[in-house]
């Protein structure tokens, strides 16, 4: 069976408080905040994105397996914020982990849901036996348009996971995945356009929560379960709101969503939030603890997995930084300093 068998996060220490922004626009911080659920989001130093946060995030992935580099035979890069537009990132970041030349590698776009696209090809190469192991990245330095509603939760993460089906390696087995996949472009952003476009509340009710509550069915049709058999729940987090009325909505208590919900300190990095509220939630997993799981990408589309840890997580969980202790390291810049080190001036 495949799954999971090292995973690593990178959070960058910078934080801008949304009340920076409020006051910038003359906007009413509290409204703001009550709003979104989000009280400040992390933001990228002048020197990173995706691919150097990819590289930290991998770095710690690779060390949690406990497996060289040159072991990894694919590369899926998921990404909405990829430095070029054409020239690989998931090369790059294969030549500097030093994985080699004979692996599988492809940037992937699918707004948030990218990363988990290729966790599920990474677990098709895997299954075929094609491969042994494959890493899998979601990275983002996502922004908004200055005075656009994005830009109070668009923020920067990066997670990178390896998978593998050797039975002594796996932390957290794959025991389902399916897909929820549609036309419905709620979020866009046209070649050569600098920031995406959105239609505001259009990507709410027939973009997020019907894909995500629909692929949820899915999965629980699928998998024969049922919301009380789970440990823990884990949904994509455009802000602090959502996933708490789609937890709801499926039938998942605040219980089992609290440990996940890294949007409300850090904001929504994009391909990498829900990865990283998954990771959050493996830092404090114990054994045969199964986790229900379904990301969601602007086009649209929701990927679903259920995943089932194992005894060897505890052993790996002492090798970490934890989501929460990254969460915890910060520096807080002004909104001057934001637009400088996200190159928005």
Request: proline share 4%.
């Amino acid at each position: 069976m495949t799954g999971i068998v090292g995973y690593g996060t990178y959070i960058p220490k910078y934080r801008l408080r949304l009340s920076e922004i409020a006051k910038v626009w003359g906007k009413d911080t509290a409204e703001i905040e009550n709003g979104l659920r989000i009280s400040e989001k992390a933001v990228p130093g002048f020197d990173e994105d995706a691919v150097t946060m990819g590289v930290e995030a991998s770095k710690k992935a690779i060390a949690m397996a406990g497996i060289n580099p040159s072991s990894l035979q694919s590369v899926y890069f998921g990404s909405e914020s990829h430095p070029y537009a054409v020239n690989p990132s998931s090369t790059t970041l294969g030549e500097y982990l030093g994985i080699g030349n004979n692996y599988f590698a492809a940037d992937l776009e699918f707004a948030c849901k990218a990363a988990t696209a290729g966790m599920q090809i990474t677990v098709g190469l895997i299954d075929s036996k094609n491969i042994k192991y494959g890493l899998v990245v979601g990275s983002d330095t996502a922004q908004g348009k200055p005075h656009d509603a994005l830009e109070y939760t668009a923020a920067s993460a990066a997670c990178a996971y390896i998978l593998g089906n050797k039975e002594t390696e796996i932390i957290a087995k794959i025991l389902e995945m399916s897909s929820f996949s549609s036309d419905t472009p709620d979020f866009w952003r046209r070649d050569g356009a600098k920031y995406p476009s959105h239609f505001g509340r259009f990507t709410g009710e027939p973009a997020y929560f019907t894909h995500i509550i629909q692929e949820g069915k899915n999965l629980l049709a699928k998998s024969k379960l049922k919301p009380e058999d789970f440990d823990y729940c884990v949904f994509h987090m455009p802000n602090g709101k959502f996933p708490r009325v789609v937890a709801k909505k499926l039938g998942f208590t605040s219980g089992q969503l609290a440990q996940s919900l890294i949007v409300d300190k850090i904001g929504n990095p994009y391909s990498a939030s829900a990865l990283m509220g998954l990771a959050s939630v493996l830092d404090i997993a114990k054994p045969k603890q199964k986790i229900f799981f379904v990301s969601y990408g602007s086009g649209a589309g929701s990927d679903g997995f259920i995943f089932e840890t194992t005894s060897r997580i505890l052993q790996k969980q002492k090798k970490i930084i934890t989501v929460s202790k990254q969460m915890e390291d910060k520096i807080y810049i002004s909104y001057p300093t934001y637009l400088r080190q996200t190159h928005v001036i």
